[in-house]
Every structure is written in structure tokens, then in C-alpha cells.
């Protein structure tokens, strides 16, 4: 099967940076999504890594190692708005559907 | 802005009812996916379409639920008949090609009581 880990929950003060880490065991590798859930609201794409460094969009940027098995999302200059679910979702194949790890829901506090 | 639609927002039935959820992708996204998402969890792939193909239902509980995309465009999903542990988030989702990312609707909010 496959398996995709991240932290269950998280707590960061506004204005900081929080990293939002993940680790993925998969049969294969065709990129690594990250998708931002606020509470009964739809998932909605933040970034995709398909090649080994940073990408950067923003206040977020997005980390993949693929020999690692490893992914990270930075949020800078927190804001309360941020305070949300925060998916990884990985593609094993070039025709598969995304398979989603549990989440990682974040707190932002003043 | 284009969006994946979904009806109904919120349904309440009772265990041992039909239910059925309504989904228009973006148009022109010829591949449509059924997650379900249980509180908490992460969305769960329930079926995947290409144009009006299915191409993956492994995962979905054949034997009470059923989908289908006649015209490769809407979708529906049905649940009969319907268990308390139906309860979750059914989530729609389209892309304009198999390996890009995904864009979701709003949901429908299913209430087994």
C-alpha cells in the first residue's frame, strides 16, 4: 500500500515561519502536491514538486527530496488566516489519482 | 473563475435510504474524481473517470455505491443503501489531463442518522 505521514496538528504565532513536514512510502513517484482545507471548505492547491529543491510561490514555498521520501511546506509571516488543514498528496503514476496523507491542521495564535 | 460544482451542500438521510450527490467539473476537464473524506482524515478515492470511463473504482463499495459521467461531463454518485458509517464529506474533483493537479468542489456534507 501506500503511505503518506504527516504531523496531526501544529500550533505557530502570527508572524513566525512553520515548516509542515512530510514523509511518503509509495510504488512509485510522479509528483507531490500540497493542498491548503480550512474547515468545511474544499481543499484548494497550494504547490507541486515534481524535481528535487525549493519551489517558491509567496509566502509559501515547497521542499522535496525524492531519495529522502521526504517533503516540506514553509509558511512565512504567519497570518490567522493561515490556521487550516494543510494535505500532502503524492501521485504515484502518471494516470493515477492523487493518494492524500491525513493532514496536518494548523493553529495560528496570537 | 471556472469551478467544480457540487449539490447537494448538506444531506441528511436515513440509514437505509438513497442518497445521491451531483458534481459538474471545470469545463473542458475530461478526467473527474469522487473523494470521500471522513473528519479529520484525508480525502480517499472513491472512483476516477476518464471522459465517461471508469478508470479506477477499486475502492469503491460496489455493492452500495454506484457513479457514473454518461455524457463525460456531470457526475453522480449514488449510496443505496445508506449506513450510519456513510457519514463523511463527499468531495468532486476534476483536472484538464491525467497528470496535473486536481481542483475540488465544495463538498456535500453527508448525515447518516
Known amino acids: 500500500g501506500q503511505n503518506i505521514d504527516q504531523p496531526t496538528e501544529m500550533t505557530a504565532t502570527e508572524g513566525a515561519i512553520v515548516q509542515i513536514n512530510c514523509t511518503y512510502q509509495?510504488?512509485?513517484?510522479?509528483?507531490l502536491f500540497w493542498y491548503q482545507q480550512h474547515a468545511g471548505e474544499a481543499p484548494t492547491f497550494l504547490s507541486y514538486?515534481?524535481?528535487?529543491g525549493l519551489e517558491e510561490k509567496g509566502r509559501f514555498s515547497s521542499f522535496l527530496s525524492r531519495s529522502k521520501g521526504y517533503s516540506y511546506l514553509l509558511l512565512k509571516e504567519l497570518q490567522m488566516k493561515d490556521s487550516a488543514s494543510y494535505l500532502c498528496?503524492?501521485?504515484?503514476?502518471?494516470?493515477?489519482?492523487?493518494?492524500f496523507g491525513k493532514g496536518t491542521r494548523l493553529s495560528v495564535i496570537a | 473563475e471556472a469551478e467544480v460544482a457540487q449539490s447537494p451542500r448538506y444531506k441528511i438521510t436515513e440509514k437505509s435510504q438513497a442518497v445521491a450527490f451531483w458534481c459538474d467539473p471545470i469545463?473542458?476537464?475530461?478526467?473527474l474524481y469522487w473523494y470521500r473524506q471522513i473528519l479529520g482524515q484525508g480525502p480517499e478515492l472513491l472512483v476516477q473517470f476518464q471522459d465517461e470511463s471508469v478508470v479506477d473504482d477499486s475502492q469503491l463499495p460496489k455493492d452500495r455505491f454506484s457513479a457514473e459521467r454518461l455524457k463525460g461531463v456531470d457526475s453522480t454518485l449514488k449510496i443505496q443503501p445508506a449506513e450510519l458509517g456513510d457519514s463523511a464529506m463527499y468531495l468532486c474533483?476534476?483536472?484538464?489531463?491525467?497528470?496535473?493537479?486536481?481542483?475540488f468542489g465544495q463538498g456535500t456534507r453527508l448525515t447518516v442518522v
Open positions: 498528496a503524492v501521485r504515484v503514476s502518471g494516470n493515477t489519482p492523487l493518494v
Open positions: 514538486n515534481v524535481l528535487d
Open positions: 474533483a476534476s483536472s484538464p489531463a491525467l497528470n496535473t493537479e486536481a481542483f
Open positions: 509509495t510504488s512509485g513517484f510522479n509528483g
Open positions: 469545463s473542458g476537464h475530461a478526467t
